[in-house]
Structure formats: C-alpha cells, structure tokens
C-alpha cells in the first residue's frame, strides 16, 4: 500500500470497441423499452501524474474478439501510444476485475504488477466457476495468467479500501463481480470515480436501473450509492461502457478515440 501524499492526476479514456448488435434489454433489468437498440462502448482509463503512469483494466485482444465474435478496433495496448505510453513501460495496472473484457490483456504488460481485490481471485478461481452462466464472462486463460502473474509476485491483493499511489485508491464494490472494485482519482477538479462496470452506464446509477449481469443485486444497487459518494459530485462518476462518455467529456489529441476526464464535463451531464 502507498501512502504518499495525495497529489492531482489526468485522466484519459481510451476506446477501442463498441458493440451495436444488442437491445436495452441487455442493459437494464425490468427496462419498458427491452427490445430498443443500446450500443456499448469498450474503453481502458490512463492516469498520469508526473512520470507515474497507473493503467485501468487492459481490454481484450484480437484473440479474445475473434474467440467471442465481439471485434476490436485497436489493441488496447497499442492505444496507449497516442497518449505516449507504452504497454512494456507501465509498472501498475489496476483490474478491476477479471472479465474478459477488463483483463483480457494481461500479457501485453509485462513489467506490471496488477492491483486486484482478494475476492474477485477467488470468485474467479472459485467453485461459482462450475455454472456455465456465471463463468460466461471470464476466459479461462486470462485468470490462469493472473495465477501465473501470482506466482511470479507481480500481485498485489486488496480487501476492501485500498491505495495505490497518492490520490488513488480502488474501493471493493461487487454486484457485477464478487470482487469488482472502483478506482477514486484526484483531480484537479475534486475527485473522480473511475466506476468500471459498478455502472455499465449512466442511466444505471442515476435511474437506479441494475445491469442483467449481477452475482449480488443488493451489492449491485449499494454500489450505485457508494460510487456517487466517491466522486465530487455525479459528472465526475465515469460509467464502464457508456457511449455518452464521449458526449461530455472532451476530446484528446487527434487520435479520435481518447477523452479527456479529469477536467469534467464540458457540460452538465444529463440523461
């Protein structure tokens, strides 16, 4: 655990998919409009503070597109370079938790250690694994490459609240994941809450509207209030997958898939 004191970071998010073929039906329990089109986006999130560089999950690979049919258009790891990072550079990668679309790139940061909560490893490694529906989410291979990162020392376990380098911290959230965690980042403009999939999108939270996947619905709906009160305030809680990211936040360089974050919304956010 790092106890430095609390400095400012920038927060980028870089997209490198997005899925069209699917309904709101797959977005919200109980949603009146269950067979209306909802696109998902699919981002991994850079904080940089000085010459500290903290990566947010690692995406999945053309590997893993091709093996769920679910393409990419850019290798996460390869996106860090239109922010001038490299994947073989990046010492901390926070996972936040063990679906393949959050850690399905472990192997392109290979001088990391990886900052994972103590229950996601065992939910993943765990007898829950013998159900064909809740295993759905995970690959195989990257929770055995985490086991592998284990055994090699490059795991760094939480329970619960803990902190990664001065002005950030991942606190365990659950209900998506057993162990799903969130990251809080100081900013500039107060603090930013990271949700990951604690919020697939906006409308999960602000409307109180869980997503299908869910091992716990109560931890899943605490979650929702937990994540507003790691933030400032709600425009600076960042859903998981939510196209309107791009909507509000600024635009980064000339890639055209970077957004700016921790300088807030260029507007209120409303859904």
Known sequence: ??????????????????????????????????????TIDYFIWV?????????????????EAKRRDRPIQRAPSEALKAINVEASDVTDVIITHLHYDHAGGLKDFPNAKFHLQETEMAYATGPCMCHETIKMPFTGEHVCEMVKNLYSGRVVFYNGIGSIKGGVTVHLIGGHSRGLQSVRVKTENGYLCLASDATHFYENFLMGKPFPIVVDLEDMLNGFKLIKSLATSNDMVIPGHDPLVKNFFPKEGTSGFVWRLDKGPTSPVKI
Do not use: P
Not at 11 to 31: C, M, Q
């Open 1 to 38: 655990m790092d106890t430095a004191i609390e400095k400012n970071w920038e927060v980028y998010a870089l997209k490198y998919a997005e899925r069209a073929d699917r309904t709101r039906g797959d977005s919200f329990i109980f949603d009146d409009h269950s067979n209306q089109a909802h």
């Open 47 to 63: 904080l940089k503070s000085d010459k500290d560089i903290i990566v947010v999950d690692t995406g999945y690979d053309y590997d």
